[in-house]
């Protein structure tokens, strides 16, 4: 073997393991998710906040029996939960306490949430 064919042969596993490398952390993390523009626009509770819990929590925590005991139908109560929620909603994937269970809301959206306490809970 020449010397350019070992470059050319190093080369080409160096690509290969680099590739599998970003497969599986990809896999295990997904891609990286820049979240700057969706918070540096939030728009306050009523348009960002609201919707989300009632897509993503209100359905389970709400009427004669729900999740935990923990009611979340309005802005008064999500409040007062605030804190413990996003504890929850920040959990790894494959945590068993994780909100929603088993399926974790968009990293972006985990950020708005964190907004909206960091702003003082607001019903804006
Ligand atoms: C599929 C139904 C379901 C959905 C959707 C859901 N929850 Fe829950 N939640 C539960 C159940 C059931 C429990 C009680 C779990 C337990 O006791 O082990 C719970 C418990 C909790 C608790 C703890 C209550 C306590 O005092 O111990 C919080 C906080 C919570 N959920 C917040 C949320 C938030 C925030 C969302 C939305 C992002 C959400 N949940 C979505 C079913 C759900």
Redesign the pocket.
Known sequence: MTRGQISIGFSLMLALFTGCYYDIEANLYGPPVDCTESVAGYAGYAADVAPM?ST??V???TGANP????V?DTHAQQAA?AD??LE??QLPASSP?L???GAP?HPCDQELFETWIQNGKLND
């Open positions: 819990m993503a929590c359905g389970c925590h999740g935990g005991g923990l979340l939960a413990l929620m929850l909603i306490d909100m929603p269970p809301l």
